[in-house]
T-cell receptor, first 110, second 115 residues
Framework: GQNIDQPTEMTATEGAIVQINCTYQ??????LFWYQQHAGEAPTFLSY????GLEEKGRFSSFLSRSKGYSYLLLKELQMKDSASYLC???????????FGPGTRLSVLP | KAGVTQTPRYLIKTRGQQVTLSCSPI?????VSWYQQTPGQGLQFLFE???????NKGNFPGRFSGRQFSNSRSEMNVSTLELGDSALYLC??????????????FGPGTRLLVL
């Protein structure tokens, strides 16, 4: 079966650091993706992990542990514009589709 | 490089009608996937096309169908519309190199309202 879990909502303060967790159980694995989606807009690609470890891209970092079926997205120096939903997605084996988690709605407060 | 484009952006239909949505992928991308997004259900996978063939299909009724053309452009069709079909329909394209599918990039979506 395919199952991806994320917290539904999170709140953080401008300038702070927030970690959004994602756990997954999928029949195949060929990469884990994070997307950002602002209200009323399409998801935009943030990061991609296929090997264990941390990938850093500016204020955003993503971590993967394949043995634990676990990933997190770390957002540093939070800005008001980071208020959005963050979607975790897993790509299965060749020929399998992407499976998306329910998304985490992050609110950044002043 | 132009991104994924979808037309129309907004659509209002009545129950029982049918609708066709169009998606043009990023140049060179041969994989096109369609998703339905509603506030309660999140992003639900509809189907994926690759080289004009449906490669995967989600758990949607047969009223939802799609196709892909030789230039990789894709269309999806919903027949006999129901109120519950009101949603944002997203198309995403990706590159596939030597059997490895790369990141999916999304279009702006078509917002469908069924009255």
């Amino acid at each position: 079966g395919q199952n991806i879990d994320q917290p539904t909502e999170m709140t953080a303060t401008e300038g702070a650091i927030v970690q959004i967790n994602c756990t997954y159980q999928t029949s195949g694995f060929n990469g884990l993706f994070w997307y950002q989606q602002h209200a009323g807009e399409a998801p935009t690609f943030l990061s991609y992990n296929v090997l264990d470890g941390l990938e850093e891209k500016g204020r955003f970092s993503s971590f993967l542990s394949r043995s634990k079926g676990y990933s997190y997205l770390l957002l540093k120096e939070l800005q008001m514009k980071d208020s959005a939903s963050y979607l975790c997605a897993v790509k299965g084996n060749y020929g399998q589709n992407f499976v998306f988690g329910p998304g985490t709605r992050l609110s950044v407060l002043p | 490089k132009a991104g994924v484009t979808q037309t129309p952006r907004y659509l209002i239909k009545t129950r029982g009608q049918q609708v066709t949505l169009s998606c043009s992928p990023i140049s060179g991308h041969r994989s096109v996937s369609w998703y339905q997004q509603t506030p309660g259900q999140g992003l639900q996978f509809l189907f994926e096309y690759f080289s004009e063939t449906q490669r995967n299909k989600g758990n949607f009724p047969g009223r939802f169908s799609g196709r892909q053309f030789s230039n990789s452009r894709s269309e999806m069709n919903v027949s006999t519309l129901e109120l519950g079909d009101s949603a944002l329909y997203l198309c995403a394209s990706s590159l596939e190199i030597l059997g490895v599918q790369e990141t999916q990039y999304f279009g702006p979506g078509t917002r469908l309202l069924v009255l």
